[in-house]
């Protein structure tokens, strides 16, 4: 495994872990819990980010810096549009499947999909076997 594609897990398991906990504690507590709620939220926001970017590169390894740039450039914003429909379908379903009036549930539910999404995802590339190129 790569430098690269270790920091891409790191930082993709650190953002999923970060908004999995902020949603989990609002959810437990039925309350905000500032001033660590925004460390939390913008921890794993800038995690995510950086996840985005760095994915793109892992999986893109080995490959010509042609690919390779069309692939981040490519991969980036699918990322994030990713991340942003799973967050959306999340409150969704909390909107629909939930009637109660825990503020974690109802309001947490977009954060706590995408942070198990990063996660998914984190383990998912951590458990990829690159195979060596073969030679031209």
Do not use: H
Not at 1 to 27: C, D, F, H, P, Y
Not at 101 to 116: D, F, H, P, W
Request: include cysteine; charged fraction near 15%.
């Amino acid at each position: 495994m790569t430098k690269i594609t270790r920091i891409a897990i790191a930082a993709a398991a650190a953002g999923g872990a970060l908004w999995t906990v902020k949603a989990a504690i609002i959810t437990v507590r039925d309350a905000g819990f500032d001033p660590l709620e925004g460390v939390f939220f913008i921890g794993g926001l800038l995690a995510v980010v950086a996840a985005a970017l760095l994915v793109p590169l892992a999986l893109s390894q080995g490959r010509r810096p042609l690919a390779r740039g069309a692939a981040v450039i490519a991969g980036v914003p699918l990322l994030v549009a990713a991340t942003l429909a799973v967050e959306a379908l999340g409150k969704t379903l909390a909107e629909e499947l939930y009637a109660g009036g825990n503020l974690g549930i109802a309001q947490e539910s977009g954060i706590l999909l995408c942070g198990l999404a990063w996660l998914a995802g984190a383990i998912l590339l951590g458990s990829r076997r690159v195979r060596p190129r073969a030679a031209a």
